[in-house]
């Protein structure tokens, strides 16, 4: 790109961050963060510029402004929590909508399949499985496989796979996105089986409410995962201005930072499973509220709650 492109499509942002003043310092990191990726492509390209200067300079002022009287603050992680995490969420919402689409899609195929071929079921979740709900089913008890096992081992083993799962669904990104999807395709079409194979039984509304307790939580992680996944991949397959490197580089920082940031809820999701879910005699309205309340905050704070913080930072800066 030539410099004169290059300031041109920049400078009015950064005529606006050295005009406008701020101490709020989730802020200050942002506009920090955006002027040394300019400060990098302008030293890569146009090193003895005076844009290159330029920048130079802002980016030593904004780092004066943050470091200013530095003290740790016990806040930095809810910082993290209230602003960073969900502004990448707002950022990368292509993403992890994208995310969603593949995963609903894989689930209506694994309904399909499992509608139109009776031995699809018995291919996808095993035959072990299979005879086991069966026999449960028989026996009157047709989730008690959530009561087989010690609650503090079950939790263990679950939390633990399933922080696994959605590591591997977000590493996997690195291979053009092709992992992710992959991944989420896999996912989706053994839900959409499961699912109908309880539907088929009769079972379906019961095992929407007993399943889903903590099934909310960590089939949407699942899905937040995957578009972290998608957001590795992104910097390899659209570096935009940047070299294929540095946009691996950024896109990586912040995929690493959404699979971080959703493990909390990886983990609340298992110990729904594994000391919740079991009580399958609880009222009905108990199991709607855990459902409703899951689903409730997933939406909020990975779809409102990013928007309207973003709306809010940018009427801030306008």
Same mark, same amino acid.
Not at 90 to 111: D, E, H, N, P, T
Not at 140 to 146: A, E, I, K, N, Q
């Given at each position: 790109m030539k410099e004169a492109l290059f300031v041109k499509q920049n400078s009015e942002k950064w005529k606006s961050y050295e005009g406008l003043k701020t101490d709020n310092p989730d802020e200050l990191a942002q506009r920090f963060v955006d002027i040394t990726n300019d400060l990098a492509y302008a030293k890569t390209f146009y090193p003895?510029?005076?844009t290159t200067a330029y920048l130079n300079g802002l980016a030593a002022t904004l780092h004066q402004s943050i470091y200013k009287n530095k003290k740790e603050e016990a806040g930095? /992680?809810? *910082?993290?929590?209230?602003y960073e995490l969900p502004m990448l969420f707002y950022k990368y919402r292509r993403q992890i909508l994208y995310s969603f689409i593949f995963f609903v %899609?894989?689930?209506?195929?694994?309904?399909? !399949?499992?509608?139109?071929? @009776? *031995?699809?079921? *018995? %291919?996808?979740?095993g035959n072990q499985y299979v005879n086991m709900t069966n026999d449960n089913i028989a026996k009157g008890?047709?989730?008690?496989? &959530?009561?087989?096992?010690? @609650? +503090? %081992? #079950?939790?263990i083993y679950i939390a633990a796979n399933n922080t696994w799962? !959605?590591?591997? #669904? &977000?590493v996997s990104g690195v291979f053009f996105s092709i992992g992710p999807v992959y991944h989420l395709l896999r996912n989706g079409i053994m839900l959409g089986a499961f699912e109908y194979y309880f539907f088929s039984k009769g079972l379906g509304l019961q095992s929407v409410l007993v399943i889903w307790i903590h099934g909310t939580l960590e089939i949407l992680s /699942? +899905? +937040?995962?995957g578009g972290a996944g998608l957001v590795l991949g992104h910097g390899l397959l659209f570096p935009k201005t940047y070299t294929r490197l540095q946009a691996f580089k950024r896109s990586a920082k912040d995929a690493t930072k959404i699979a971080i940031g959703i493990i909390p809820i990886i983990l609340l999701a298992a110990f729904f499973e594994s000391f919740i879910t079991r009580h399958t005699? #609880? $009222?009905i309205w108990l199991s709607i509220f855990i459902l409703a309340a899951s689903l409730i905050f #997933?939406?909020? &704070?990975? +779809? /409102?709650? $990013? &928007? %309207?913080l973003h709306k809010r930072t940018t009427e801030n800066l306008s």
């Amino acid at each position: 790109m030539k410099e004169a492109l290059f300031v041109k499509q920049n400078s009015e942002k950064w005529k606006s961050y050295e005009g406008l003043k701020t101490d709020n310092p989730d802020e200050l990191a942002q506009r920090f963060v955006d002027i040394t990726n300019d400060l990098a492509y302008a030293k890569t390209f146009y090193p003895k510029s005076k844009t290159t200067a330029y920048l130079n300079g802002l980016a030593a002022t904004l780092h004066q402004s943050i470091y200013k009287n530095k003290k740790e603050e016990a806040g930095r /992680i809810a *910082r993290y929590w209230k602003y960073e995490l969900p502004m990448l969420f707002y950022k990368y919402r292509r993403q992890i909508l994208y995310s969603f689409i593949f995963f609903v %899609l894989a689930m209506c195929i694994g309904i399909l !399949s499992a509608k139109y071929d @009776e *031995r699809f079921v *018995r %291919l996808i979740l095993g035959n072990q499985y299979v005879n086991m709900t069966n026999d449960n089913i028989a026996k009157g008890d047709p989730f008690g496989v &959530y009561k087989q096992e010690n @609650e +503090v %081992l #079950m939790f263990i083993y679950i939390a633990a796979n399933n922080t696994w799962v !959605s590591f591997v #669904m &977000y590493v996997s990104g690195v291979f053009f996105s092709i992992g992710p999807v992959y991944h989420l395709l896999r996912n989706g079409i053994m839900l959409g089986a499961f699912e109908y194979y309880f539907f088929s039984k009769g079972l379906g509304l019961q095992s929407v409410l007993v399943i889903w307790i903590h099934g909310t939580l960590e089939i949407l992680s /699942i +899905v +937040v995962a995957g578009g972290a996944g998608l957001v590795l991949g992104h910097g390899l397959l659209f570096p935009k201005t940047y070299t294929r490197l540095q946009a691996f580089k950024r896109s990586a920082k912040d995929a690493t930072k959404i699979a971080i940031g959703i493990i909390p809820i990886i983990l609340l999701a298992a110990f729904f499973e594994s000391f919740i879910t079991r009580h399958t005699e #609880m $009222p009905i309205w108990l199991s709607i509220f855990i459902l409703a309340a899951s689903l409730i905050f #997933m939406v909020w &704070y990975i +779809v /409102i709650y $990013p &928007y %309207l913080l973003h709306k809010r930072t940018t009427e801030n800066l306008s």
